[in-house]
């Protein structure tokens, strides 16, 4: 199965910006679609965005709609987040999965998950 490495989590002021990135360490026929959720302390893992590999087609959540952006780097098999004008409330942690299906619409469309990247906004 596919192995996801997340990076680039950290410490920002509000207003600022992080990139974070998903290394994965294949895709297979089956690869889909890959996507970025968070949890905070006592809250419900979060659908943050989606996007699938052939045409970067793309999903985002209400809570950040206008805010962040997911890409991906085809050759690399790495997905991104952009994340601009952070808030206190996006202090969480970050998680990438990939999937097999399109479109997704929770956690359980997803059957590989990366190990969490930590994004802690001050204010």
């Known amino acids: 199965q596919v192995q996801l490495v997340e990076s680039g989590g950290g410490l920002v002021q509000a207003g600022g910006s992080l990139r974070l990135s998903c290394a994965a360490s294949r895709r297979t026929f089956s690869s889909i679609a890959m996507g970025w959720f968070r949890q905070a302390p006592g809250k419900e893992r979060e659908f943050v965005a989606a996007?699938?590999?052939?045409?970067?087609?793309?999903h985002y959540g209400d809570s950040v709609k206008g805010r962040f952006t997911i890409s991906r780097d085809n050759a690399k098999n790495t997905v991104y987040l952009q994340l601009n004008s952070l808030k206190a409330e996006d202090t969480a942690v970050y998680y990438c999965a990939a999937g097999r299906s399109w479109p997704v619409s929770g956690p359980r469309d997803f059957d590989s998950w990366g190990q969490g990247t930590q994004v802690t906004v001050s204010s």
């Open positions: 996007i699938t590999w052939s045409a970067g087609r793309t």
